[in-house]
């Protein structure tokens, strides 16, 4: 049995973790952090430094600010991390690259199993396509709460494009500033926020005559959770090190 910590437990997705937990014959929950008091059916901690909880991973949906402390911690207990927040500056990123050095960490920008795919599907469509001269543009939407713009997922995209074409790729998030036609290395990326949209994507090659649009859309945010959980499971035993979601799929 996998025990795991929930950190954002008081979130949406924490929740939503929790259900898909409760469901999974092979893991339980041993214990949540939230910054904000929470009832729960499992011992809960508004600090994570408090928490006592002897456990196999800790499964992450908080937010940026809340990343450090988790670190922390998951370092000092050699405590391996499902970390799904998105948004994380430079320097934490630095953080998480040596926590992994302590222990097992898995980080995506986004833990759909149909998301991963679409990663490879793009690159694919980039090696093919960019050379007969189609344009490549995001467009990602989501739900009016999210804090960041654009979406890691979104950005993750990009990168994904950008390897493939031997990062010769410009990102340009604002067209406003500069009056001037698009140029051949560029990765227009947008960002729409409204509603409850759990997450869309799309990615547009656009050709002479000819148009390709590769997308996903998330009907609910379970499918994060059950990725998220299947990442756990990924991680038990595993030695120190960044894995990612391809590493999970692979398994």
Avoid: W
Wanted: proline share 2%; charged share 30%.
């Amino acid at each position: 049995m996998i025990r795991i910590i929930i950190y954002g437990a008081g979130g949406r997705m924490g929740k939503v973790v929790e259900n898909i937990i409760n469901e999974d014959n092979d893991c339980t929950i041993v214990a949540g952090v939230d910054a904000f008091e929470i009832t729960r059916d499992y011992p809960t901690f508004t600090d994570i430094k408090d928490c006592d909880i002897e456990a196999d991973v800790i499964v992450d949906f908080s937010t940026a600010a809340a990343i450090p402390a988790l670190l922390d911690y998951a370092e000092e207990k050699c405590l391996p991390v499902v970390l799904c927040t998105t948004g994380l500056s430079d320097e934490m990123l630095v953080r998480v690259k040596e926590v992994s050095e302590k222990t097992a960490v898995v980080k995506s920008a986004n833990m759909s199993i149909g998301v991963n795919l679409l990663f490879d599907l793009v690159k694919r469509a980039a090696e093919a396509l960019y050379d007969s001269n189609f344009d490549i543009e995001i467009v990602e939407k989501h739900h009016n709460q999210k804090l960041d713009s654009p979406s890691g997922t979104a950005v993750t995209i990009a990168d994904e494009i950008n390897s493939a074409l031997d990062n010769k790729m410009e990102y340009i998030y604002d067209r406003t500033k500069v009056r001037k036609k698009r140029e051949r290395n560029e990765i227009g990326i947008s960002a729409l926020r409204g509603g409850t949209i759990v997450g869309e994507h799309d990615v547009v090659f656009a050709g002479k005559d000819e148009i390709i649009t590769i997308s996903h859309t998330a009907l609910s945010r379970d499918i994060f959770a059950v990725g998220a959980v299947k990442a756990s499971k990924f991680l038990a035993g595993k030695k120190n090190g960044l894995y990612n979601m391809k590493d999970v799929m692979a398994e």
